[in-house]
């Protein structure tokens, strides 16, 4: 557990350097670019080459979306039967789905299990959660700030007009969704990783890529850090509740239930980091999106952020729970 330990260390560096008055305050945005363009993709070049290709590859690329419709039957029922508002509706359908599979999901897995466990993370996130990020969030979000646009007036249609996703309110094209997915570094990186596994990298690129890579976990964890926010009120605390309560506990548990129920092996790698994965906190970049177009804004940062702190206690049960049943 000596990685964890590590993981925490960063966070509260990344805390610590908000509270330094000379810290600009886009240090998180130009971290995450570091990752995004460069760390992440290092990674998945580094790894990806190392998978065994079989059928157990289909465990890590299905669970997600699985998990993703189960989440919204689940949102829309609560919505009706608590009466929650639009605008909480719409932010727990755009973030509740998707966790946090790269970048705590990365350092998580690496710190369980080790770094050879992380392709299949990878498959998870990249078939999974990044395509329903760049497809289905995207999508929700322009539909539901559309109706939010119709609701308040042109006063909020301006405002969100500022941000840099205004592009949602105008619709989004199946062109727009597919060049949003094939120029995703990681994605690149991933088309780019299967294409060469067959023949390698060159010492110099293999030993650049390797380097590369080493940062990923110090860049993730100190831009989490950094972001956490718990200044603002917090509104809707029955529905924080059952979101944390579900996307922590509830989800890994039916990803769980969904694995032995199709007779798959708990000692299986691809099994044990489904579930992990489906047990992480929820995605930061999905909270970004449902914050940009409006969406119950304090809610989703405080989603993220409390969600992001107890995740460093239910993980590790969750980890400490399959243990225990590998042992039956």
């Given amino acids: 557990m000596f990685n964890f330990l590590l993981i925490l260390a960063y966070l509260a560096i990344g805390y610590a350097l908000k509270k330094q008055p000379q810290c600009p305050r886009e240090t998180p945005q130009v971290l995450n670019f570091l990752v995004l363009y460069v760390a992440l993709p290092a990674v998945v070049l580094q790894k990806i080459p190392q998978l065994e290709l079989s059928s157990r590859l289909l465990i890590p690329a299905l669970v997600p979306w699985v998990l993703l419709l189960c989440t919204v039957l689940l949102v829309l029922c609560l919505a009706r039967y608590r009466r929650w508002g639009m605008e909480l509706t719409a932010a727990m359908l755009i973030v509740l789905p998707l966790g946090n599979t790269s970048f705590l999901g990365f350092p998580m897995i690496q710190a369980f299990w080790g770094e050879q466990w992380l392709p299949y993370a990878m498959i998870y996130d990249q078939a999974g959660s990044f395509v329903a990020l760049a497809t289905y969030s995207t999508i929700l979000a322009a539909v539901y700030r559309a109706k939010l646009d119709q609701i308040q007036g042109s006063t909020l249609a301006n405002k969100l007009a500022t941000t840099p996703s205004s592009r949602l309110g105008n619709g989004v094209s199946a062109r727009h969704i597919v060049a949003k997915i094939i120029s995703f570094p990681p994605f690149i990186a991933l088309i780019v990783a299967v294409v060469l596994s067959p023949w390698g990298y060159p010492v110099l690129v293999k030993n650049l890529i390797d380097s590369l890579a080493v940062l990923l976990v110090p860049l993730i964890m100190i831009a989490v850090g950094f972001n956490l926010d718990f200044s603002q009120t917090l509104q809707h605390r029955g529905a924080l509740v059952l979101a944390l309560g579900y996307k922590l506990l509830l989800m890994p548990l039916i990803a769980l239930l969904l694995c032995l129920g199709l007779n798959l ?42 969600g992001l702190l107890c995740s460093f206690i239910s993980l590790p049960l969750w980890f400490w729970g399959l243990g225990l049943l590998r042992g039956y």
Avoid: H, N, Y
């Avoid at 708990?266 to 994965?277: G, H, N, T, Y």
């Avoid at 992480?280 to 999905?286: L, V």
């Avoid at 119950?296 to 952020?305: C, D, M, Q, S």
């Fill in 265 to 306: 092996p708990l000692s299986d790698k691809a099994v044990q980091v489904s579930i992990i994965e489906a047990a992480m906190p929820p995605m930061i970049s999905a909270g970004a999106i449902a914050i940009s177009a409006g969406l119950a804004p304090r809610f989703v940062t405080a989603l993220i952020g409390i």
